[in-house]
């Protein structure tokens, strides 16, 4: 073996030898310059782990010692038996049961009667259909009145839904009689005209129907059309056909949407006479209206800017007049929920008609003359809110200024003659327009003070200026209301409502005697108090009760037209599910 490192060792000597002669024979050594681009770069080496059990050096070394143990089980009876389990669950109130039908049906004083009847029928998944009846009567008997005063009111609705992906049908049906009298003799007429009173027929029968509905679509440019027909006669021969339809269409621009709403209202009628049964009484109107508008939303702040143009052609006097009103709202959000500013500029053509009129006055004389109510603008701004989840708050102020506005005024007394119709006596109304100036400060609260009590109270301050008639009559210069509805308990609820009206004017006028000065009225203000209770006998039936006008205070809404007295209704409420 030592021969092997010998023969190694003669060998590297030799070769390190060569390598020394081959270099020295290179005559001239140049210095060279070594530029180093790249800067130098420290590195750690990984350290050197000892993978080896040091060595101990001490002196004294103890080694382990053997533990050995065992375990004894001694087996133990025992009886206990542990229970199992059970998840805690949170106690649901039962879910309230929804029945898709109810029936209603009430008697009270002065022979009244109350029926209802809803239905409404699921027929698939995306289809639904309904219909709704309802009868209101009663018998009169008002005190001190010397014609009859008994009414009827009759209705009759149906409606169809389609609810597709795409779009949304619906379809509306309805049909309405009612009957009423002319009661309200001026007080021309004593205990002494008793024969010639029994003579007179002061009854008045309304027929109505309509036929509409509505189409809407999503995703789409054009969102909505809805359209209507309404037909109404009298026992007077009257008549009147109204054709409505307004599409509404959309187109989202960057920040801003915009709006483009139209309208179309037709409206055709006639009376077989006017007052003075001089000639006949025939209207018919066609509006053409677009409404064009931008809507701006941006966090707190909401502001939509258009404007309303209208064309209206009067058929019967062959005039043609354009209509341009503004058409502004905003609103801004001060403190969140707790305070929104909000305020708008608009306008509007109002077509009046015979359906309307009779609506808010069921004493208006078949006589009347019909015009659209030009809006020019009402102007107005507000706060709104929500001081706390149980407080809600609303005041505005407005200023509006109409042109054609429709005022009720007593007619005139004419006398008495056999040969008049039930309402030629001054004991009906007739429609006289005016160019109106309207001040309206509202303010309305709204408290829920548990979710078994509720309060609201409203109000609203008029003031009027009028240009060619005296006053505005039969508009009040206050309405406010009060309303409450609470549950006494689970099976016992109830609500109450209050309802004032402020002093109204009217002003009479007698053909009689034509030199003589119109009188004008006022009628005083009234008070009406109204109270129901309900009790739930089962989720399925419940009674109730109902109170008017508990003041006992027969005031005249109208003139020379006093109302019942006290009035009581009791009844009982069935829901099913066919």
Known sequence: MSNNKFSILFLFSILFSSTVILAQEKDDLDTETVTIIKPYSPTISDAFKVKETPSLNDSVTLSKKDIDYKIFSIPVASTFTPSKGKATTVEKAKPIKLYDNYATFGLGNYTSILGEL????????TDNAGFFFKHNSSQGDIKDVFLDNKYYNTSLDANYTSRQKDASY???????????????????????????????????NYFSGNLGGSISVEDSYF??????????GDSYSSSEFNITAQPEFSFPITDLNFKLKAEVDY??????????????????FLNVGLAPSFLYVDNDFTAALGVKGFVSLDSENSETKLYIYPNVQVSYRLL???????????GDLEQNSYYGFKEENLFVSPTLNITPTSKLFDGYAGLKGKLSNNFGYNVRASLAKENDKALFQSNTYKGMSVDFKGYEFGNSFNVVYDDLITLDVFAEVKVEVSNNFTLGINADFYAYETDNQDEAWNLPTLRASLFSNFNITEKLYGGVSLFYVGER??????????????????????????????????DRLAVFVKGSNLLSDNYQKWVNYPVQGIQGLGGVTYKFDW
């Open 505 to 538: 004017k009217d002003i009479l006028t007698n053909s009689l005697t034509p030199l003589q000065n119109p009188t004008i009225v006022t009628l005083d203000s009234y008070l009406d108090a109204n109270i129901n209770l309900g009790y739930r006998i089962t």
């Open 336 to 346: 969140e929920e707790m305070v929104i500013a909000y305020g708008g500029l608009e």
């Open 170 to 204: 619906r379809l509306d049906f309805g049909a309405k009689h009612q009957l009423f009298n002319w009661y309200g003799l001026p007080s021309n007429f004593t205990d002494s005209n008793l024969l010639f009173i029994s003579g007179i027929d002061p009854a008045q």
């Open 223 to 232: 969102e909505k059309v809805s359209a209507n027909v309404r037909y109404l």
């Open 267 to 284: 409206l055709n009628g006639k009376f077989t006479t006017n007052y003075f049964n001089t000639e006949a009484i025939n209207y018919s």
């Open 118 to 125: 809803f239905s409404n029928f699921q027929l698939s998944r």
